[in-house]
């Protein structure tokens, strides 16, 4: 299994330009986020996702959309990016067990810059 | 008010000491759950240890154990025989109620291991 992947891992957008950060996962798991990561801080959730179809807002979702057209794929998208949204991105998911106990796994994240 | 809190912004610690990581949290939902994760400086998530809130011990998964004192709303982690590699950044995350709720994040604790 590949696990979490992100694509791509650096990018350095303009002021006001647009792009979408691909995540994908191999472990057939139900649930996915998306976390920002600013320098010297913990991880912020900005969606998340319960099934294919599903889709909720989490802490920070300014600025961001989702949508979750398949179990594998959770794509984030930025419009008109912004100097505030420069940031480390990590696409996480894990098992629908009810017991809680199901750790998240992690992509290795997506390093923005918006200059 | 803020859910996780990491008091340590940085702490130092020889080689083959033990180190203990602090983190409380507040919530009012009888069932959580806290979860550490390692960040090393190569930047991926790395799941550490689980303890749920009505786990009648205390957590352990090799060198790592979790301090959990319920009444004071604490769940420290324990790094025994600390060693180089263990120098990162430990993030201590709480999901509330049952369920794949998403993670909230402490800002972290930089640990930093000294030979």
């Known amino acids: 299994n590949a696990g979490v992947t992100q694509t791509p891992k650096f990018r350095i957008l303009k002021i006001g330009q647009s792009m979408t950060l691909q995540c994908t996962q191999d472990?057939?798991?139900?649930?996915m986020y998306w976390y920002r990561q600013d320098p010297g801080m913990g991880l912020k959730l900005i969606y998340y996702?319960?099934?294919?179809?599903?889709?909720d807002k989490g802490e920070v979702p300014n600025g961001y959309n989702v949508s979750r057209s398949t179990t594998e794929d959770f794509p984030l998208r930025l419009e008109l990016a912004a100097p505030s949204q420069t940031s480390v991105y990590f696409c996480a998911s894990s098992y629908s067990r009810t017991s809680g106990r199901d750790e998240q796994y992690f992509g290795p994240g997506t390093r923005l810059t918006v200059t | 008010a803020q859910k996780i809190t990491q008091t340590q912004p940085g702490m130092f610690v020889q080689e083959k000491e033990a180190v203990t990581l602090d983190c409380t949290y507040d919530t009012s939902d009888p069932s959580y759950g806290l979860f550490w994760y390692k960040q090393p400086s190569s930047g991926e998530m790395i799941f550490l240890i689980y303890q749920g809130s009505y786990d009648q011990q205390n957590a352990t998964e090799g060198r790592y154990s979790l301090n959990f004192q319920k009444a004071r709303k604490s769940a420290n982690l324990v790094i025994s025989a600390s060693q180089l590699g263990d120098s990162a950044m430990y993030f201590c995350a709480m999901r509330e109620g049952t369920g794949n709720t998403p993670l909230v994040f402490g800002k972290g604790t930089r640990l930093s291991v000294i030979a």
């Open positions: 472990m057939n798991h139900n649930y």
């Open positions: 996702s319960v099934g294919a179809g599903i889709t």
